[in-house]
Every structure is written in structure tokens, then in C-alpha cells.
């Protein structure tokens, strides 16, 4: 083995040692920021997967990330055209955005042949193919490609072109063609035409009929097409090497010297991270990663793997001499021979070859907070040093496997003198495209014919310019442009038939912004049209750690940028105490035997018990799979038995100045709780004109076999169910002391309104309340008015859900719908228990009534804001969108990603999903961690980016971007789209390359319907807008007759 | 009718749901006219049910005649007379086969109804449902088997149904290699499988069991066989199973296996396929005791397999490795109960651990949520405590175990460097001698393939 021979001189007793140690350990930190940043899937966080790369404009960024990570910037072509072909992407789309991109570069003239528009116009329209060398040689060869004209091209143009060429050629005939061909024998590239003739046979071409003439001019064209590009050397951009020896061997030889490392180090790296499920923890995990593996794989004896021959000894090496984890980086890049140049580069891809446990050392390492067993510091480090070491081994065994025997840093030398890879466009590749956009576009062959060089060198140039990721790039755009303009119109259009209410509502609503909640709060208004809601983020500004009665332990409640420094727990009545002693003792009992049944199963001796036992098992697995909502109902019922008693309480209220998890320093102090409250009702504009009831619902969502169930839940409680902060917001709402502070503040709530805090599922539709004892005997029959409406709201909410099952058929009945989800969420073969913000498109911010009766299909976050009492500086408005636009836009982009490449940039499909050290997925028995989305969560997603259609004006827009980094760069990079509506008219303005433009709708057409269900009953796929009649009782039935506003 | 008619009329309803199934998903697929998903589901629910009623008819029928051993013939499915050959379709119902009828039909009917929820819309889910039917032909064959021959023929469609579904997930590479591993680790226990019954064929004349381990129904039996030639059978039997059981030194395929969609996992490496190697020992259990020698070898093999994966578990983190060891340390268990002739024991202990291993199987997506109701109801963190020997080893010695699980056992190592490696060499060697004979014909290079690129070069839309 070379192992030990260096290329550079030798380096490790360099007196800037400290230096280079310290500029390695910076680039690996640089080099981290591009590594997956979910944490553990126990507390899903949905974020922009290219989160690192938002400095940039989007396009730039995907394409990128498309190189660093190898996976997809876009919707592949064909997704693209199937859109195209189905009329979601339509012809004034592509032309509508093929203009704005090329702005006046659109009429430049390519020869005879078009302008440059008309050509991107057909690559568009019309699949191109293109394909490997020896697959084009195949439909050259063995397809109809050079007998019959595509099926695009039109008759007419069909025959014109074969009437030329005939025309042209039997001109050319007469004019004593014949000589020339055997004179040119020997040169039998010089003419396309002689060697047509040759292969047809020209004698009697007087006698040829339609379809020989059709392939005659159908070769005539190829020919010429190649004779043209061959004159034209393609644009071979320097073809940059890969820096990894592996990805080398992987060209050079086929076999990936990846394979036996990451088999290792899967599994290392999983048992260096888990969160306490192996039985047998890995010795000395304390001392770190790097230390762990020397001591467990220095010894003699271990496996005989030919790959690691030598490295027990190495290790034993590098634990004699001490020689610490950066040293032996260095030692790896010097055995490499990896240049200053390219060590960025280097650290780099050799960290995202095991992407997923990279990325999860890294978070464990640096937000440790949210997990038991964080990592200690370094481990990052660690981690590529034995990743380098493994390397080595592996990369010199495979090396070795091909005949190479020299030290490891010629390696990549060699090997890349070793790729032959032929310049990949190859005549006949490019001379495809060519011939066939000829046929769409209707060039004749002697049109071709006579281009001179360089109208040939431009129309080449001009085609490869446009590659597939440029055509990509304006599908993409004009794929949001149809949603957009159609969402922009409808608004416009809305906003003119809706009217501000002036009763007192009967009562109002308040839900999390989430897109899910955006149907059953139109469903709320259509059953109650005296009802008003609200949208705010659903941790209701309650930002604390929570711990439910029947808890373990205290879990945060809030936005994953907020750590909480209050504590709330639930306590149970006192009245209660002694059964909840007891009920607690025998759920103790029943939970460390199911621990133990868990664990015993898979020993030795337990094993034998269970086993011989086992058949009993077959019970629970039968009645679970075949009848999953009667056993869930006969679990629930038999669990009642053991679940807290129904009276409890929060510790909400702290006696001791500071917050704290002990006895006496749970909760808030009365003069945080008025603040928490007043922030609350000044966000969504709710400061008078108070219903007698307003109902808070967090929402969080249950459901089966789904590792991924946190990301489900409430993204503004970092992945946990929102019940207990809209329970506490109630509680400080109704608390008279907070009430006579806030009207001290100028917020006064009458005496008759009442809060109540409720929880709704958003798996299986139910709702469940808060505090009902406490409920004034008073508010009963309002409570059970809006009772009556919220369970209509469910059985609706879930009808409509129900379109977009396959398993659920469309003649459902809302009752039955509800059922139907139910069945979903206690189901363990159900592997879309819902699907989350798959579909989410837009976000909203304004008042609700200006957009109330909109359907907007479950694709919208509804952010409730007041313009009419915000101050002139936009304060709430600013305050709104900080954490609004993040947020919103992470959860729209990952999706997007996890859309447009899910083997790459998602998880993959759920269906072979190991759950890893308790804190991650792997696909099958071993692979990386896949953070991301799974195929199952974003098959009905379309991947476009996020609108944010803002009830405010373009300046303070302006005004709030350039004081928030963090929403400038989302908007002017386009990662998201930006609109605003103005308060008092339906004039729209778009964002659009950093200023605003008004919008000049399109259309003021926008279908009226008398309820959701009549618009979309029936269909499964998305759906455009409509107002809805019943939705709100301030529309305007007149529709577009109706003149108001300033527009 | 009678009572014989009807007997034999009722295992015939066991044995033909499954081949309708498969006759049906196979036909359709290969017309390319595959069924959709609701008709798919509905036959193999169809199928099922109506195997799985019939063989509980038979039992209970055969508890109420008090019978204990019903032959189906079948007729010869191919005579060779010169060779005094002839493949015989024969099947008993006795009391091995009746409860592994019921298991096979039971798990797999469940595992086909969470199959069709879990599987929906999946682009796979026709080829799933073909490897579906084979498998459940497969087990349903294997269980009722009367001759050798017809066992070997269930035990391959086992066999070729495993190895295509651990490879389900095609586009990726690690499906496609495990696929392979567990397919030639197959392929080698029934290499040793077919030699066993052709040695059998040899020595009694006969492949039937009834001949083969006397008249007396199972496990009363009496093999005719002498001593030694049983240790020969036998052992190539304990081969067979041992490959199919993931027995060592061959069980570093089994956790490799769970690269499929969880059920498939579960029903193949939790359930019933793995069992299949101590079915199969339990079936010719009078050949053991024919010999001592060949039962402590039984013993031995299960015993120690048992503890190496009860040892490797420990130390697996994740939920479907940690499952597969466990699997496999009661399926040794299960094997060492079979030498030690305690064979309705390892009966129950089958039927019981393949229930109970399905069920985890099944659930094992839902760990994250079950860890955390176990930790709310018990109030804290949950803890691991080291087993008692654990404690007692030194250091060092903790160490090198802890090491030798984590490895698995160093088994797959030893594998692929003393039995792959030399075997790949002797073939390169030959193929280069090939290649030299051809080129000296050719008088050049010979081979189109070796100017093909390793890795060609894929045209995915990426370039600029």
C-alpha cells in the first residue's frame, strides 16, 4: 500500500500548522452551510432546501445547486410537455414569458430563417429529442425518422416542402447532374444531393411516388443538416475534472469505491447518533466520532475485507502518535494530493457524497438543544476525517483493482488521462436538432442548402444557447405565469364584489395561516355567514415549552427561530388528583411492559416467551389492518380507562420574577400575558366590534406508520400540535385582571366575549375544546350555535379533502367523508394520511373580508392584517411578514425541490422508510438519511413558487424590504413572487426586477357559484377560482356589473 | 359425494385460489392488459378468503374424522419411465402442513389487504401483486408438499418471488445488489436442496415422503434411510435451510433483504419465508433421528446462530436490522428445537413468531410514536440497560464484541473474500484466456464491449 508516500514535502511538522488548521476547520464550516439542514425528523421543520444559496437570483441557484448536489434544478422536459400538452402551460404562456426574457434580443433575425423568437418558440412547442450518440444512430437507422415527416408538422407545409425539394432536385437533375456523381466518388461527402441519389437510385425518379419522395427529401434534409453542423466545431467548454478520485474510478472504471465505505460508515455514523434505540451503545461515543472509531476499529482481528487491509494498523498509527482529527485531514489531502486550489471544492463534495449524516452531525452538533444525545463539538470534523481515511483504502484498492500501483496523489492524474470521453455533442447529436426543428419550422432543404458558414455557425450557436435547462428555465415561468395571472384576475376581480361588514359577527374564529385551515374557514362562512375569521401564525404568539399532563417531558411550542423561555405545563384538577395518581401509576405499569414486551421481543430469552406466545398477535395485526377505525374506536374506549382526568389546567400563571421549568417559575407574569394578548388582536386587526364568542384554533394533525407525522403538525410550533397555546391564549384572553390592562392600553374587550381555546386535526377532522367547564352559563347557547356550525365545518372541510383521495370515491357524502378520513388517520397501511401543503401556491396577508367567498382550492396561507390600523411606518405589517415570508416560502421551496427531483433533493417514496437511530429515514436496509419530502407527500404538488399577495402599498413594501434582509433577498432574488393589493381599490401592483409595476388584468371574468361544494364537486384536480355566493354575506351578487373602488 | 371426493375436492380449493391468482395477474401482465388496482385487490382478497376458509374446513374435518393424514394426487406432471422418473403431484394435509396452510394463508391475506392501501398509486404495484401471487403459490406449494419434488418447486417460487421484490425498488442500486446477494445465497441452498433430493431419489427410489419417512403421519414417521446415508441427505438438507433461514454463515443477506416496501419485508424476512428452512427440517424430521450426529449438527447450527444474532441486535439502530436479527435469533431457537426433537414446540414457536414479528414489521414506520407514548406513559426517557454479561466483559473485550456485531459477524467478509473472490478469479482468469483466443482468431481486438464506456454518459438535461 502507497499509503505513506506524500506528494508534497513533508508537511506536518510545518510551523503553520496552526494556521493551515485553522483555515481547514474554516472551510469545512463554510463547507457545512451547504449540507441538508433538517434536524431530527421528530420535530419536522419545513425550510428552503436551498436555503444556503438565497443570496442569489433563483435561477442561478438551482442551477447551482443542480451541479453541487447532482440533482434536478427543474421539472424534467417531458413533465413540462405533458403540462403543455394537458393546456395547464398554454401557448400565450410560453410566448407571454418568451418575450418578456428576451425582451428587444426577440426579433433578431437567424438568416432566412426566423427570428430568434419563432425558433425558441418551436423548441418549445415541439419535444425535441436527443439522446446518447448510439441511440439517435438507432432512430436515424431503424425508425420511421428519415421516411415519414413528425407528426407536428403540418399537412400543408408537409407537401410544400416536398414539392420544393422535388422541384429543386429534378432542376438540379436536368442541369446535368448526372456526370457528376461518379465523379465525385471519391470525395462522397462533397454533395448531399449525389449521395441521396446514390442511396435512392435515380433512374427511375420519374416514377417515385408520394412516400419515396417524402423519404428522399426526409434524407436530403439529414444530409444536409450534418454537412452543415460538421462545418461548425462545437463549443467544447473546458470540461472540468472531478476532484474526487472516487467520482474518476466511477467514470474510468464502473465501479464505485463509495460503496464498501458508506456501507461502514452508515452504520458507524447511525450508531454514533442514536438517540438511545440500539440496546448496546457504541463505546466511548462521548469521546466523539473520531476517537470512537480509532478505538473500536484499531485492534487486529476485524473483518477481512481486502479494501481495509492496513487500516487497523493506520488507526493504531494515528492513535499512538495522538494525531488529531484536522491533522489527519491534512494527511489525507496530502496523500491526495489535493492542490490549495481545489481543497474547497474537495471538502466539499467528499462531505456531500454521505450528504444526509453529514448534515445531521452537523445540526446535532450546532442546535444540540433539540435532541437528547447531541453531538459534541467537532464532530463535523471528525466525521471527514475518517470519511478520508476510509477514502484512501478504498480508493487505492479499486485503483489497484485496474493496475495502478503508484502513490494515491497521481492517481487522479492518471485516471484523468484515461477518460477518453469524446466531445459529447457529436455531429450527428447536434444534426438531430437541427433536422428535426427544420421539419416543424418548414425549412426546405435548399434552403439549407445554400446558408452560407456563418448563418449555419449562428443558427447552431442560437439552438445550443437554448439548451434544456434554458427551455426549462421558461417553462418554469410560464407554469407560474397562468397561475399567477388567473389568481392576480381573480382577485381583482373578487375585491370589487365584496363589501365590509358592519354587523357584529356572532362569533369569530381565529386559526393558524395554514393553507389546510384555508378550507374550513370557508366552509365555517358559508355554513355561518354571521361568522368572521382570522388568520395568525398558530403558535398564537405563545411561545413556550409545554408539557401535557400525561407527558414526559416539556417540548417546544414554537417557531423553530424562537427558543421559548417559558414553561407551561398541564396539571390535572385537584378535585381529580387521586384518580389522576392512580390513572398515572397503571399507564406506568402498562407502558414499562410494553417497553419491555418491545424490547424483549428481540432478545434471546424474551424472544422465546413472545414468540411461543405470539400467536396472540395476530389479533391486534388482522383487526388493525382489515378494520382500522373500529379498533382505533375499541383502543379509544378501552384507553379511557387510563387517560388523565378530563378537568385540567395550565400552570399559565407565575408567582417568581423569573421563567423558569421549576415549581414557582412556570408561566407568564400578568404583564407578558397583556402583551402576548394585545400583540395577538392588533395583528389581525380584531380591536372591536368582538362577537360574544372568539374561538382560537391551534391545529396539529395524527396519524400512523408516518415517521414523517411532525411535518404534518404545525410548522409555527416547530412540527407540534398547536392545541395548548390556542388554550392558553384563551385563558389569558378571558382573564379580567389582562382584560383592564389591555383596555388601559386603548384595547378594550367587552365583558360578554368569551375566548375559548379548541385543537383541530387536520388528519381526521375533529375538533376538540378547552376549559368548557369554564364556560359562563351565559355564552351556552352561542357556544352551541357555533358548535353546530364547526361540526358542519368538519363533515364539509373533509368532503372536500376527500377529492383529492384516490380511495375516496367522489360520491362521498360529507358524513361519509368525515368517516372516510378518520378510517386515514388510524390506519397503518395508509401511506397519505393527508397531504399536508401539497398544492400550497399562495400566500394572502390583508383583511379577510376582501378576499372572504374567494375559492382559493387549500393552496393559501391567510395571514390576517389590518392596513386601515396599521401606522404609517407599516409596524404590524412588518411584523407580520418577518416571520410570515421565511416561513411560507420554505415550506413553498421545499416542496418545490422535493417536486421537481424527490430521489434527489426529497426522500424518496415512503414505502421502504427505516427509521435510523430514532432520529431520521433511511430508503431500505441502508442508506444515507433522506431528509426532504416523500414521492407519497408531493404527488399532487405543482412546483411553483410562492405568491405573496399583500393588502398594503408598494412603498411600504418597499419600505419593509429594505430593512429586512431576510424578506429583500427572497423577493428580489425571485425565490418568491410579490404583489400588492391596495387598501382602499382592487389596483394590484406586481413586484417585478425591484420595483412595482401595476397589474393590468386580463380578464373580469370570474365565475359566481352559490357554494364551494357546487364548484368542486366532482373533480380531483386543482381548481381555478370562483366566488362563491354564500361565502360571504357583504358580495355583491351583481358580479362584474359592480362599480366600487377606485379601480 | 363421497367423503373421500369431498376431502379431495376441499384440498383442491386450498391449493388452486393461489395459482387462479397468479394464472390471472400473470396472463393479464403478460397480454399487457394488467388489471387495475381494485380488481387486483379484490382477487387476491377473493383468492385468499376462499383458500384460507377451505383449509379451516379441513381441519376441522380432520378433527372430526380424527384423521391425520389426507393425500391429494395429483397425477404425474412429467414420467420419465426409462428413468424410472416421474415428477408426482402430491399433496398432504397432516398436522405440519394444516397450520402452516392457515399461517401462510392468514398472514399473507393480511399483508395483501395493508398491501393495497400501503401500495396505492404506487407505478409498481401490478409487479408487486404478481411477486405477491408467486410468493403465496410459492408458500401455499411448499406447505402442502407431498414429494420432493413438488417441495422444491414451491421453495423456488419462494425463492425467485424474494429475490424480485427485495430488488423492487430498481432504480436504485442498493436494491439491485442485495436483490442479487440474497438471490445467489438462494441459489446455494438450492444447489444443495436439489443434490439432497436427488440423492434421496437415488438411495429410497422415491421422492414422495410418505416412502421416504414411512407410512406413520407426521411426526410419527420413520425414515428409511440408514445412518449415514441420513447424515449425507441430512446434511445438504441443513444446507438448504440454512441459506433459506439465513442461517450462519449465510445471514448477512437476511437484514439486506429489507430493501423492498415494509410489507413485502414483513411477510418474506418477519413471517413466512424465513421459517421456510426450518419448515423444511421439520418436514424431513424423521431423517434426524436417524442420526445423532446429523441432530447435535441441527442443534449446534441453530444454537449458535441463535446467539450470534441475538448479540448482533444489540447493537443494530435501526428498526428493520434490529428486527431482522430477531427474527433470526428465534428462527434459531426454532431450528435448535427441531434437533432437539421438540417439533410441536418449534411448530407453535413458529406460527407464533411469525405472527408476532409481522405485526412489528408492519408497525415499525410508527417507532418514532411509539417511543414516545412508551415515554409518556412511563415519564421519562426510556433506558437501555446492558445485559448482565455485558457488564462482566473487560473493556478490551467489550470492544471486540461490540465490534464483531457491529460488523454482523464478519460472516459477509469471509464470504466474499474466501468463497466470492476466488471464484470471480478463476472466472476472469478464464474469460481473459477467452479473450485471448479470441483475439488471436479475430487478429485484433475482439470484444465490442471493451470500448464501451463504464459509465456512459447520461444525457439528462443538465448542460448549460
Redesign the interface.
Known amino acids: 500500500m502507497s499509503q505513506s508516500s506524500t506528494c508534497g514535502e513533508g508537511s506536518s511538522v510545518d510551523n503553520a500548522a496552526d494556521t493551515d488548521h485553522s483555515t481547514l476547520k474554516h472551510l469545512i464550516e463554510h463547507a457545512a452551510h451547504v449540507l441538508p439542514s433538517q434536524g431530527a425528523i421528530t420535530a419536522f421543520v419545513h425550510h428552503n432546501t436551498l436555503h444556503a444559496f438565497e443570496d442569489l437570483p433563483f435561477d442561478v441557484a438551482v442551477r447551482l445547486g443542480a451541479e453541487v448536489f447532482g440533482c434536478r434544478p427543474y421539472l424534467p422536459e417531458e413533465r413540462f410537455r405533458e403540462e403543455v400538452t394537458r393546456g395547464r402551460i398554454r401557448p400565450q404562456d410560453l410566448e407571454a414569458v418568451l418575450i418578456e426574457d428576451l425582451s428587444e434580443e426577440a426579433d433578431e433575425l437567424i438568416g432566412s430563417l426566423g427570428t430568434r423568437f419563432h425558433l425558441r418558440m418551436a423548441m418549445l412547442e415541439h419535444p425535441l429529442q436527443t439522446g446518447s450518440l448510439h441511440e439517435l444512430r438507432w432512430a436515424v437507422e431503424e425508425t420511421d425518422a428519415l421516411r415519414k415527416f413528425r407528426e407536428e408538422t403540418p399537412l400543408v407545409l408537409r407537401s410544400e416542402i416536398i414539392a420544393a425539394t422535388k422541384q429543386w432536385v429534378m432542376r438540379e437533375l436536368t442541369n446535368g447532374r448526372q456526370g457528376h456523381g461518379t465523379s465525385d466518388q471519391s470525395h462522397p461527402g462533397s454533395d448531399p444531393v449525389t449521395r441521396v441519389f446514390e442511396l435512392f437510385g435515380q433512374s427511375n425518379v420519374e416514377k417515385w411516388d408520394d412516400a419515396i419522395w417524402e423519404a428522399f427529401t426526409l434524407h436530403l434534409l439529414w444530409w444536409i443538416c450534418r454537412d452543415g453542423v460538421e462545418g461548425v466545431e462545437p463549443e467544447n467548454p473546458e470540461r472540468h475534472l472531478p476532484v474526487r478520485p472516487r467520482d474518476l474510478l466511477l467514470d474510468v472504471t464502473g465501479e464505485d469505491a463509495d460503496r464498501p465505505v458508506h456501507e461502514l460508515l452508515i452504520r458507524f455514523c447511525a450508531a454514533f447518533l442514536d438517540q438511545g434505540f440500539a440496546d448496546w451503545p457504541l463505546p466511548n461515543r462521548e469521546a466523539g466520532l473520531y476517537h470512537a472509531f480509532i478505538e473500536v476499529d484499531r485492534h487486529a482481528g476485524g473483518p477481512p475485507d481486502r479494501w481495509m487491509r492496513g487500516l487497523g494498523k493506520e488507526l493504531q498509527r494515528l492513535h499512538l502518535q495522538q494525531v488529531s482529527a484536522l491533522e489527519s485531514i491534512q494527511e489525507s489531502l496530502d496523500l491526495f494530493g489535493v492542490d490549495e486550489d481545489s481543497r474547497e471544492e474537495f471538502i466539499t463534495q467528499t462531505l456531500l457524497a454521505l450528504r444526509g449524516f453529514a448534515g445531521m452531525i452537523w445540526q446535532m452538533e450546532t442546535r444540540g438543544d433539540r435532541v437528547e444525545h447531541p453531538a459534541p463539538q467537532g464532530s463535523l470534523i471528525d466525521f471527514l476525517a475518517i470519511r478520508l481515511i476510509l477514502d484512501r483504502f478504498s480508493a487505492a484498492y479499486f485503483a489497484r483493482r485496474v493496475g495502478f500501483r503508484g502513490p494515491l496523489c497521481e492517481l487522479s492524474s492518471t485516471l484523468g488521462q484515461r477518460l477518453h470521453r469524446s466531445s459529447h455533442a457529436e455531429v450527428e447529436t447536434r444534426a438531430y436538432l437541427v433536422f428535426q426543428l427544420a421539419q416543424v419550422r418548414g425549412w426546405e432543404p435548399h434552403q439549407l442548402h445554400e446558408l452560407s458558414q456563418s448563418v449555419w455557425r449562428k443558427l447552431i450557436r442560437e439552438i445550443e444557447s437554448f439548451s434544456s435547462l434554458q427551455r426549462r428555465r421558461v417553462y418554469q415561468l410560464a407554469y407560474e405565469r397562468k397561475y399567477n395571472v388567473s389568481l392576480l384576475d381573480a382577485v381583482a376581480v373578487h375585491s370589487q364584489r365584496t363589501r365590509e361588514p358592519d354587523d357584529t359577527p356572532a362569533f369569530q374564529v381565529v386559526c393558524c395561516i395554514d393553507d389546510r385551515e384555508e378550507s374550513y374557514r370557508r366552509h365555517l362562512e358559508e355554513i355561518a355567514q354571521d361568522c368572521e375569521t382570522f388568520g395568525f401564525a398558530g403558535f398564537f404568539a405563545v411561545a413556550m415549552y409545554y408539557r401535557g399532563a400525561a407527558d414526559a417531558y416539556y417540548l417546544p411550542l414554537c417557531p423553530v427561530v424562537i427558543k421559548p423561555s417559558h414553561y407551561v405545563c398541564e396539571e390535572v384538577a385537584y378535585s381529580f388528583e387521586g384518580t389522576h395518581r392512580r390513572r398515572t401509576e397503571v399507564r406506568r405499569a402498562l407502558g414499562t411492559a410494553s417497553h419491555h414486551l418491545h424490547q424483549g421481543s428481540r432478545t434471546f430469552w424474551g424472544g422465546i416467551l413472545t414468540g411461543v406466545l405470539g400467536a396472540v398477535a395476530s389479533i391486534p395485526l388482522v383487526a388493525r389492518v382489515l378494520a382500522p377505525r373500529t379498533t382505533s374506536e375499541m383502543v379509544k374506549l378501552f384507553g379511557g380507562f387510563v387517560r388523565t382526568p378530563p378537568i385540567t389546567q395550565l400552570t399559565l400563571e407565575r408567582v417568581e420574577p423569573d421563567p423558569g421549568p421549576d415549581e414557582g417559575h412556570l408561566g407568564y407574569s400578568i404583564n407578558e400575558m397583556a402583551g402576548i394578548v394585545e400583540r395577538v388582536l392588533r395583528d389581525i386587526g380584531l380591536t372591536s366590534n368582538f362577537a360574544r364568542l372568539v374561538i382560537f384554533t391551534g391545529h396539529g394533525s395524527s396519524s400512523l406508520n408516518n415517521p414523517h407525522e411532525s411535518a404534518y403538525n404545525c410548522g409555527a410550533c416547530a412540527g407540534g400540535r398547536g392545541g395548548p397555546n390556542a388554550r392558553a391564549f384563551a385563558q389569558m384572553a378571558n382573564d379580567p385582571r389582562i382584560r383592564r390592562m389591555l383596555a388601559d392600553r386603548g384595547l378594550p374587550i367587552p365583558e360578554t366575549t368569551v375566548f375559548v381555546g379548541t385543537y383541530h386535526n387536520t388528519c381526521d377532522d375533529s375538533v376538540m375544546y378547552f376549559d368548557l367547564d369554564r364556560l359562563p352559563t351565559s355564552h351556552r347557547h352561542d357556544f352551541d350555535r357555533a358548535k353546530t356550525c364547526i361540526d358542519q365545518a368538519r363533515q364539509r372541510n373533509a368532503h372536500e379533502r376527500c377529492r383529492r383521495f384516490e380511495s375516496a370515491k367522489l360520491s362521498l357524502t360529507p358524513p361519509q367523508a368525515l368517516k372516510h378520513v378518520e378510517g386515514r388517520s388510524v390506519d397503518l397501511s395508509q401511506a397519505r394520511p393527508e397531504y399536508n401543503h401539497a398544492t400550497n401556491a399562495v400566500t394572502i396577508v390583508g383583511r379577510r373580508w376582501r378576499f372572504r367567498g374567494l375559492f382559493l382550492d387549500r393552496r393559501a396561507f391567510l395571514a390576517s392584517y389590518d392596513p386601515v390600523q396599521d401606522d404609517a411606518n407599516s409596524t404590524i405589517l412588518e411584523r407580520i411578514l418577518q416571520p410570515a415570508v421565511p416561513v411560507c416560502a420554505g415550506i413553498s421551496l421545499e416542496y418545490y425541490f422535493s417536486c421537481v427531483d424527490p430521489e434527489g433533493w426529497g426522500c424518496g417514496s415512503k414505502l421502504p422508510h427505516n427509521v435510523t437511530s430514532l432520529l431520521g429515514v433511511m430508503s431500505g436496509a441502508a442508506s444515507d438519511l433522506r431528509p426532504g419530502l416523500s414521492q407519497q407527500m408531493i404527488e399532487i404538488h405543482e412546483p411553483i413558487r410562492q405568491v405573496f399577495l399583500i393588502e398594503s402599498t408598494p412603498d411600504a413594501m418597499l419600505r419593509i424590504m429594505e430593512d429586512n434582509e431576510d424578506i429583500r433577498k427572497l423577493c428580489v432574488n425571485n425565490w418568491v413572487y410579490l404583489a400588492t393589493l391596495d387598501p382602499h381599490s382592487s389596483q394590484i401592483h406586481v413586484f417585478r426586477s425591484g420595483r412595482f409595476e401595476p397589474y393590468v388584468p386580463q380578464t373580469h371574468e370570474l365565475p359566481f357559484v352559490g357554494s364551494s361544494q357546487d364548484w368542486y364537486r366532482g373533480w380531483r384536480e386543482n381548481l381555478g377560482f370562483a366566488s362563491i355566493k354564500n361565502g360571504s354575506s357583504g358580495v355583491v351578487t351583481t358580479g362584474r356589473f359592480a362599480q366600487q373602488g377606485g379601480a | 359425494m363421497s367423503l373421500d371426493h369431498f376431502m379431495t375436492l376441499l384440498g383442491i380449493l386450498v391449493i388452486l385460489p393461489p395459482a387462479i391468482l397468479l394464472a390471472t395477474l400473470g396472463l393479464s401482465t403478460l397480454v399487457n392488459r394488467p388489471l387495475g388496482e381494485t380488481w387486483t385487490s379484490r382477487l387476491s382478497q377473493v383468492c385468499v378468503s376462499t383458500g384460507l376458509a377451505a383449509a379451516v374446513v379441513m381441519l376441522v374435518m380432520m378433527l372430526t374424522l380424527n384423521t391425520r393424514f389426507v393425500p391429494i394426487e395429483l397425477g404425474n406432471l412429467v414420467t420419465i419411465p426409462q428413468q424410472h422418473f416421474h415428477f408426482h403431484l402430491k399433496f398432504v394435509f397432516d398436522r405440519l402442513s394444516v397450520p402452516f396452510v392457515i399461517l401462510s394463508y392468514?398472514?399473507g391475506g393480511?399483508v395483501g389487504?395493508?398491501?393495497?392501501?400501503?401500495?396505492?398509486?404506487?407505478r409498481g404495484y401490478n409487479r408487486f401483486s404478481l411477486c405477491y401471487a408467486f410468493f403465496m403459490l410459492g408458500m401455499i406449494v411448499t406447505s402442502l408438499a407431498g414429494t420432493i419434488e413438488v417441495l422444491f418447486l414451491g421453495w423456488e417460487l419462494v425463492g425467485l418471488s424474494s429475490a424480485l421484490l427485495v430488488a423492487?425498488?430498481h432504480?436504485?442500486?442498493?436494491?439491485v445488489i442485495?436483490g442479487l446477494r440474497v438471490w445467489t445465497v438462494y441459489r446455494l441452498a438450492d444447489a444443495a436442496f436439489l443434490i439432497a433430493a436427488v440423492a434421496m431419489h437415488h438411495l429410497t427410489g422415491e421422492g414422495d415422503f410418505s416412502v421416504l419417512m414411512g407410512s406413520g403421519p407426521w411426526p410419527a414417521g420413520k425414515a428409511a434411510l440408514t445412518g449415514g446415508q441420513a447424515i449425507f441427505v441430512g446434511a445438504l438438507l441443513l444446507i438448504a435451510a440454512a441459506g433459506k433461514s439465513a442461517m450462519i454463515p449465510f445471514s448477512g443477506w437476511l437484514?439486506?433483504?429489507?430493501?423492498?416496501?415494509?410489507?413485502s419485508s414483513a411477510i418474506f424476512y418477519g413471517a413466512l419465508s424465513v421459517h421456510l428452512g426450518a419448515f423444511l427440517l421439520l418436514r424431513v424430521s424423521p431423517i434426524l433421528e436417524q442420526s445423532v450426529l446429523l441432530s447435535v449438527l441441527v442443534v449446534l447450527m441453530g444454537l449458535t446462530t441463535?446467539?450470534y444474532a441475538?448479540i448482533t441486535?444489540?447493537?443494530?439502530?435501526?428498526?428493520?436490522?434490529?428486527?431482522a436479527?430477531?427474527s433470526l435469533?428465534?428462527v434459531g431457537?426454532i431450528v435448535a428445537e427441531i434437533g432437539f426433537g421438540l417439533r410441536y414446540?418449534a411448530l407453535?414457536?413458529i406460527?407464533?413468531?411469525?405472527?408476532?414479528?409481522?405485526?412489528?414489521l408492519?408497525?415499525?414506520?410508527?417507532?418514532?410514536?411509539?417511543?414516545?407514548?412508551?415515554?409518556?406513559?412511563?415519564?421519562?426517557?426510556?433506558?437501555?440497560h446492558?445485559?448482565s454479561w455485558?457488564q462482566r466483559l473487560s473493556?478490551?473485550t467489550?470492544?471486540?464484541w461490540?465490534?464483531f456485531?457491529?460488523?454482523r459477524g464478519?460472516f459477509d467478509?469471509?464470504l466474499?473474500?474466501?468463497i466470492v473472490?476466488p471464484f470471480q478469479a478463476i472466472f476472469e482468469w478464464c474469460d481473459g484466456m477467452e479473450r485471448r483466443w479470441t483475439d488471436f482468431l479475430a487478429g485484433g481486438q475482439s470484444r465490442e464491449s471493451d470500448v464501451v464506456?463504464?459509465?456512459?454518459?447520461v444525457?439528462?438535461?443538465?448542460?448549460?
Open positions: 392468514v398472514l393480511t389487504a395493508f398491501t393495497t392501501r400501503y401500495l396505492h398509486r404506487e423492487y425498488f432504480e436504485r442500486p442498493s436494491p442485495n437484514p439486506r433483504a429489507m430493501e423492498g416496501p415494509t410489507p441463535a446467539l441475538a441486535a444489540r447493537v443494530q439502530s435501526d428498526i428493520k436490522s434490529s428486527l436479527y430477531a435469533t428465534q431457537i414446540i407453535i414457536h406460527i407464533g413468531h411469525a405472527c408476532l414479528r409481522t405485526l412489528q408492519l408497525r415499525a414506520p410508527t417507532l418514532l410514536r411509539d417511543y414516545q407514548t412508551m415515554e409518556n406513559a412511563i415519564g421519562g426517557r426510556l433506558h437501555s446492558p445485559s455485558q473493556p478490551t467489550r470492544v471486540w461490540y465490534r456485531a457491529f460488523e464478519y467478509s469471509f466474499n473474500e474466501y473472490a464506456e463504464a459509465q456512459p454518459h444525457v439528462e438535461q443538465m448542460e448549460m
